[in-house]
């Protein structure tokens, strides 16, 4: 099995190009799976204040055996505590529940809209503060569309490290990915397999048959050739198995091509857009 890629990002710090995402995996099975994760070798966790498993991530971490600085954490601010005191608190919240005392990178989850006398703005400008004391190593965005990216351009100081949105075969984001690249900001592709909608797709499987390797493996190899990082989310062993063996293969270029076709644009997206999505937790 070869080494997972390392992407170095804007501010100098490194992130494993592929990590394991926990996403709806209930706190009573998160334990066991993050602990499986690790063992198979993922270096990579990505979780957030809204999935509710953070102690259950964290407990997984300090039972692995493994050093701190040998993994690579993420988590993200909840919608709902974009005030900055708000954020401040839940920010610290999270560095308690991992059982932490840095997290690698913190996100912005949504870019809500203005939900009281400041936005996203000032709530960057709070993450800023995070980074600057060392609680978390680098900071980014999640699910920023190029407008909300273009006034922290314009308001703030620090480029984001990371800008995390939806991205797989039927939903290429392209707008967004080239507006990240041109500003040295990684892209991060969530739901990399359409939570499981793209498996099924006949060119991808097509493609799998004749290289001799998954559907699932087809599909994250096609993004971490465009150079995104990846964490898919699987509770069953095989799956995360089968999902961590991305580097020992290459897709031709007109398969990566085949596949990059496959985009639905609006049509493709599983999740919410960003621009009118304002759900806030009670
Ligand atoms: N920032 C955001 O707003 C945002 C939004 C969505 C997701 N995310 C992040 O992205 C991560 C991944 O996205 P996701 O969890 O939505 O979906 P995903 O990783 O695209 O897909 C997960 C689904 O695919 C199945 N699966 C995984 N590997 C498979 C394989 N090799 N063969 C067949 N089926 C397989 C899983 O089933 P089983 O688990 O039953 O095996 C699960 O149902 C999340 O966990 C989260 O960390 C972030
Ligand atoms: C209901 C959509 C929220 C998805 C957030 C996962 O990171």
Redesign the pocket.
């Known amino acids: 099995m070869s080494a997972v890629k390392n992407i170095t990002l804007n501010d100098g710090h490194t992130i494993p190009q592929l ?7 209930d706190p009573k099975d998160a334990v066991e ?1 993050v602990s499986k994760a690790l063992e198979i070798g993922y270096r990579h966790i ?3 204040q ?2 509710g498993n953070e102690k259950q991530v964290g407990e997984a971490i300090r039972t692995s055996g493994l050093e701190r600085g040998d993994i690579f954490v ?1 988590s ?1 601010l909840n919608n709902g505590f974009h005030r900055p005191d708000d954020a401040r608190k839940a920010f610290e919240t999270t560095l308690s529940d991992l059982g932490l005392d840095y997290v690698d990178l913190f ?1 912005i ?2 870019p809500l809209p203005t939900l009281y006398d400041g936005d996203f703005v000032s709530t960057w400008k709070t993450l800023e503060e995070f980074h600057r004391d060392g609680r978390a190593r680098s900071i980014g965005v ?2 920023f569309q190029t407008a909300h990216l273009k006034r922290l351009a314009d308001e703030t100081e620090i480029v984001p490290a990371i800008n ?3 991205v ?1 075969p039927y939903f290429s984001n392209q707008e967004v990915r080239s507006y990240d690249q041109a500003h040295q900001i990684a892209t ?12 099924h797709d006949p060119t991808i499987n097509q493609i799998a048959q004749k290289i001799g390797k ?4 087809v599909v ?1 190899r096609w993004h971490i050739q465009r150079g995104d990082i ?7 062993p ?3 198995k ?2 961590f063996d991305l580097f020992d293969f290459e897709l031709d270029p007109s398969d990566i091509e085949t596949i990059s076709k496959l985009d639905k644009g609006e049509h493709g997206r ?3 857009n960003p621009d009118t999505f304002d759900y806030i937790p009670k």
């Open positions: 990590g394991f995402g926990v996403f709806k995996i799976a990505d979780t957030a809204m999935y993420t993200k996100l989850h949504w999640s699910n995390q949105i939806e797989h991060e592709a969530w739901s990399p397999l359409a939570q499981g909608k793209v498996l998954t559907p699932a493996q994250l990846v964490f898919p989310k699987s509770v069953t095989p799956r995360m089968e999902n599983i999740g919410p």
